[in-house]
Nanobody, 126 residues
């Protein structure tokens, strides 16, 4: 499976963007997530959605502003980002979990996702 992320861009603070990620090839998933990496910082969890149930999880920093969703038939996951802030500036990556979850914490860990997209840049100006 390969993941292709798109939808990034430059937006003013308070604005909105929607990121998309499409999977191609043989596909199986227990969950798909979005992570982000700001310059000079580690890649961190943003949001994830359980592929079967649709249950979602968010980082505290984006809760109430970002919405993750998925379309199982299209093999796509989306990240709607509202009320964007300059501190949301980062490269955003989508990722796929191909094995059953072993813990709740695992859903928020970079190391627990096996397949990654190439990233899409989001820049929020003040």
């Amino acid at each position: 499976v390969q993941l292709q992320a798109s939808g990034g861009g430059l937006v003013q603070a308070g604005g909105s963007l929607t990121l998309s990620c499409i999977a191609s090839g043989p596909f199986s998933s227990y969950g798909m997530g979005w992570f982000r990496q700001a310059p000079g910082k580690e890649r961190v969890f943003v949001a994830t959605v359980m592929w079967s149930s649709g249950i979602t999880y968010y980082a505290d920093s984006v809760k109430g502003r970002f919405t993750i969703s998925r379309d199982n038939a299209k093999k796509m996951v989306y990240l709607r980002m509202d009320s964007l802030r300059p501190e949301d500036t980062a490269v955003y990556y989508c990722a796929n979990r191909m094995r059953p979850w072993t813990s709740g914490l695992a859903k928020r860990l970079v190391s627990e996702y096996q397949v990654w997209g190439q990233g899409t840049q989001v820049t929020v100006s003040s």
